[in-house]
């Protein structure tokens, strides 16, 4: 067996495999376009995660060369001398090499939320004040893990890792991209978090169906995804409820301004709570320690959102998460909530609080507790800003 590979592989570098590189031989284009070498290289990998077709040996972005932008050595043999200096996601920093032919989305896209992070950046130097360089380690390990290279969304999947189709470079999909980093939200949307698909999914819509602009950003840097001026708004497309002119009754009441439409067309989502932060050995280990599914109405305190009344998700962060890195690391903890406005994607058309199987009423929603964050419910350990969120009592049953 080990005599027919070694055969196989030199009636490949003979025959050659594309343009030339070092030494004339691209030993990289003679592994990765056969998925029996690379299985015989590594038997605990899946070949396909790494195997380059001939889709991609013919597409534009073939022009370049290998090392051009992943480095190593293509001229040994040597599986450990070839990938020594390797670059798995040259796209880290898509100056280097994606913005020689795509300047303007490297342009824009590196202000962009999915390359900046700053949402997640500017949470915590609001809660860690002048101590934020004590988190750089957990920020990382962890927070930088969500980083969305250009590589990682139109190549590789971005966590689990493998090629999409065999290194062309694709449009994002729903599955090999967007779920894998937005897992949460995919589970709501696609029913898979113990309540029915979001009616958008059912109808065949996908990430980009809403999402598509503002991905690669718009030159702006922005610090959080309200901020953002091309966010999708249900209003965009249901323009018949924005406008007054709806065919349901209550769309058309001066009171709906008050409400985020997901306060009447969402289902209970995930809320995570506790969120660890340390090493075990060499582990690191960053979590939630437990979830819970529920329900929550609660006040808009985003500035650029018009609405009162808003559905709202807890976030886990705790006052001491990162203490294993240090004590003291959130002075500021209770400036920001943990319970924050959210977008649920599980939304339908009739839900328990508009009217469920039944004739719509107002008292579904009115005076029904169970329904809202109220401020017995807060945990006193958690943050002191989640008052400004809380309500005091539903609003009152209407006569």
Request: proline share 5%.
């Amino acid at each position: 067996m080990k005599k027919l590979l070694f055969l196989v592989f030199i009636a490949l570098v003979i025959a050659g495999c594309g343009k030339s590189e070092v030494n004339n031989i691209n030993n990289c284009k003679v592994c990765h376009t056969s998925a029996s070498m690379l299985r015989a290289s590594d038997s605990s990998i899946n070949p396909a995660d790494f195997l380059v077709t001939s889709a991609f040996l013919n597409s534009p972005h073939n022009v370049m060369q290998c090392v051009d932008c992943h480095k190593g050595d293509p001229s040994t043999t040597s599986l450990v001398q070839a990938h020594n200096g390797i670059v798995n996601d040259p796209s880290l920093d898509p100056n280097t090499v994606c913005a020689n032919c795509h300047a303007g989305i490297v342009q824009s896209y590196t202000t962009s939320l999915h390359y900046t992070l700053a949402g997640e950046k500017s949470y915590l130097q609001k809660i860690s004040c002048s101590y934020y360089n004590n988190l750089n380690t957990p920020n990382k390990v962890d927070c930088q893990t969500c980083h969305a290279s250009c590589g990682g969304c139109h190549v590789q999947r971005p966590i689990t890792g493998g090629l999409i189709e065999g290194h062309e470079f694709t449009i994002a999909s729903m599955q090999d991209t967007c779920n894998q980093c937005h897992t949460t939200q995919a589970q709501e949307f696609e029913g898979l978090s113990g309540n029915p698909p979001d009616v958008h999914y059912n109808l065949g819509f996908q990430c980009k169906d809403c999402h598509s602009n503002g991905i690669h950003g718009d030159g702006i840097t922005y610090t959080t995804m309200w901020q953002v001026k091309e966010m999708p708004q249900c209003g965009m497309c249901h323009t018949d409820v924005t406008n007054g002119t709806s065919g349901i009754t209550e769309h058309n009441i001066p009171q709906m301004g008050t409400l985020n439409c997901t306060v009447c067309h969402s289902l209970p989502y995930k809320n995570t709570y506790d969120y660890i932060s340390m090493y075990s050995g060499n582990q690191y280990i960053g979590a939630a320690q437990f979830t819970q599914t529920d329900f929550r109405i609660g006040l808009n305190d985003i500035s650029t959102e018009t609405y009162i009344y808003t559905t709202v998700r807890h976030y886990p962060i705790t006052r001491d998460t990162f203490d294993y890195f240090g004590f003291g690391l959130l002075p500021d903890f209770d400036l920001v909530p943990t319970w924050q406005n959210t977008y649920p994607h599980n939304i339908q058309l009739i839900t328990p609080q508009n009217g469920g199987d039944s004739i719509s009423s107002c008292t579904n929603c009115h005076n029904n507790s169970s329904l809202f964050l109220t401020r017995d419910m807060l945990d006193q350990n958690d943050s002191a800003a989640n008052l400004n969120i809380a309500i005091t009592h539903p609003p009152p049953a209407v006569k």
